[in-house]
């Protein structure tokens, strides 16, 4: 299948997806947003893939959405049309949210404003040393519309939240390593060699038992103690079934690496 204004690759169990229009520092365009969540379902309902890398070609992740082509805003007064309407259930923040394959942003560059957002829908963030991100909503007279308004207060707590969002932060990679929006930041030559190092871990765990712990994890965000105890039971019949279970207790008692097939 063909995506516009992004590359989709496979190599054993990765998919990676670059958002790839470096010339605007791959504002989000129009046909990338469709783009993007066709590739993201694509890679979810592969059974080959065990882990997904997002990042972007260039010197930066995502400039956020192309309000010129995208709202047709006028570059004089800046104003845009009233009464534009996205296909929600098929927009990236949500088919990102329900991707059962473990999402990793390479975050290579500036993530500001949409693509802040589509960073953080991300499971793990690992960080160029000359990566930014910034919640810059607010000086745009917006708000984070693509879930960074339920992420920011679950990740950072909410006086940490707040103080982006209110002031509409733009943090380097330390700052954002310090407060807990990436995982690691690493010099800017080694970006691909640690994800490759971060998905080669994943991948080589039971895809089944990964992706059934992040559906969980998930579901915990919303739900009471008992009812995720129970979802986790439900959950750990079929893994109990499968013929990874199995290599998983034979490679133990053995002492040899697993060897998970995702059966």
Not at 37 to 46: E, K, N, S, V
Not at 189 to 200: G, H, N, T
Request: hydrophobic share 45%.
């Amino acid at each position: 299948m063909e995506y516009e204004d992004l590359i989709y690759e496979k190599s054993d169990n990765v998919a990676t997806i670059t958002l790839n229009r470096p010339q605007a520092l791959n504002a989000i365009s129009l046909p990338m947003l469709r783009s993007l969540p066709l590739a993201l379902r694509d890679a979810d309902a592969d059974p080959a893939i065990r882990v997904i890398v997002l990042t972007g070609a260039g010197r930066g992740f995502c400039a956020g959405l192309d309000l010129k082509e995208m709202f047709g805003v006028d570059p004089d007064t800046g104003a845009a049309p009233l009464g534009v309407r996205f296909d929600l259930p098929n927009s990236p923040p949500i088919v990102l949210h329900t991707t059962d394959k473990p999402v990793i942003c390479a975050l290579n560059g500036a993530a500001v404003g949409y693509g802040f957002d589509l960073a953080l829908g991300c499971d793990l963030r690992i960080a160029s040393d000359q990566a930014r991100m910034g919640a810059i909503f607010t000086r745009r007279g917006i708000l984070p519309e693509s879930g960074g308004t339920w992420m920011l207060p679950r990740l950072l707590g909410w006086a940490k939240a707040t103080e982006l969002v209110f002031r509409g932060r733009i943090l380097n990679a330390q700052e954002a390593l310090e407060i807990g929006l990436v995982n690691t930041v690493v010099p800017h030559d080694r970006l691909a060699e640690e994800v490759r190092s971060w998905v080669a871990e994943i991948a080589a765990n039971a895809p089944l038992s990964v992706q059934g712990s992040k559906r969980l994890m998930r579901l915990g965000l919303e739900e009471t103690f008992e009812a995720n105890v129970h979802h986790a039971y439900l959950q750990l019949l079929p893994l109990f079934a499968s013929q990874d279970f199995k290599e998983g207790v034979s490679s133990f008692l053995e002492k040899r690496p697993p060897t998970f097939t995702g059966r």
